[in-house]
Nanobody
Framework: QVQLVESGGGLVQPGGSLRLSCAAS????????MGWYRQAPGKQRELVAT???????NYADSVKGRFTISRGNAKNTVYLQMNSLKPDDTAVYYC??????????????WGQGTQVTVSS
């Protein structure tokens, strides 16, 4: 009933930048918070950044000052601008959205993930 589709991952050198995008579609009544999480090999999935419907943001300490989360004008898209990338940022990045879909309880939905690799 709700789909999240991410794009924008890839291979980048240390110090480089990437911009991730995520678009939510389906039978959506409203979207509350949206966010980005990541999972590196052998590690648990961790929060990267979240943004509320009102624009309030929260960042992991490891990305503060380097990453910026934002939402599109339509409020069903979320972006993650990643600057000054480090090898430790290498992970699969997942989009998350807290969605009220028509006929369903409010729930969290996840995208399929996009690979970000930071390497020289």
């Amino acid at each position: 009933q709700v789909q999240l589709v991410e794009s924008g991952g890839g291979l980048v050198q240390p110090g480089g930048s990437l911009r991730l995008s995520c678009a939510a579609s389906g039978s959506i009544f409203s979207i509350n918070a949206m966010g980005w999480y990541r999972q590196a090999p052998g590690k648990q999935r961790e929060l990267v950044a979240t943004i509320t419907s009102g624009g309030g943001t929260n960042y992991a300490d490891s990305v503060k000052g380097r990453f910026t989360i934002s939402r599109g004008n339509a409020k069903n898209t979320v972006y993650l601008q990643m600057n000054s990338l480090k090898p430790d940022d290498t992970a699969v990045y997942y989009c998350n959205a807290n969605v009220q879909a028509y006929g369903f309880r409010r729930s969290d939905y996840w995208g399929q993930g996009t690979q970000v690799t930071v390497s020289s």
